[in-house]
C-alpha cells in the first residue's frame, strides 16, 4: 500500500518506530481514513448535505 503521510512517517521515525512499524501505523491509519470518510458520507447523507442520487447520475451520465 502506498501511503502519502511523509509528516506522519518522518514524526513516527523521529520517535524512534522502525520503518516497519511505521508501515504498519500507516496501514492503521489508511483503515481509519478510509471508514472515517464512509461514515463523513452517509452523515451528509442523512443530514441532506450530500445528495448521492445526483452524485451517482452525474458520474454515469443521464443513461445510468
Same mark, same amino acid.
Given at each position: 500500500?502506498?501511503?502519502?503521510?511523509?509528516?506522519?512517517?518522518?514524526?513516527?521515525?523521529?520517535?524512534?518506530?522502525?520503518?516497519?512499524? @511505521?508501515? !504498519? @501505523?500507516?496501514?492503521?491509519? %489508511?483503515?481509519? %481514513?478510509?471508514?472515517?470518510?464512509?461514515?463523513?458520507?452517509?452523515?451528509?447523507?442523512? !443530514?441532506?448535505?450530500?445528495?448521492?442520487?445526483?452524485? @451517482? !447520475?452525474?458520474?454515469?451520465?443521464?443513461?445510468?
Amino acid at each position: 500500500m502506498s501511503h502519502q503521510r511523509p509528516e506522519i512517517s518522518q514524526w513516527l521515525a523521529e520517535r524512534g518506530y522502525p520503518p516497519a512499524a @511505521i508501515e !504498519k @501505523i500507516l496501514e492503521r491509519l %489508511d483503515q481509519y %481514513d478510509s471508514r472515517v470518510n464512509r461514515e463523513s458520507v452517509f452523515d451528509a447523507m442523512e !443530514k441532506g448535505e450530500f445528495d448521492m442520487d445526483a452524485l @451517482i !447520475k452525474d458520474a454515469l451520465g443521464d443513461g445510468g
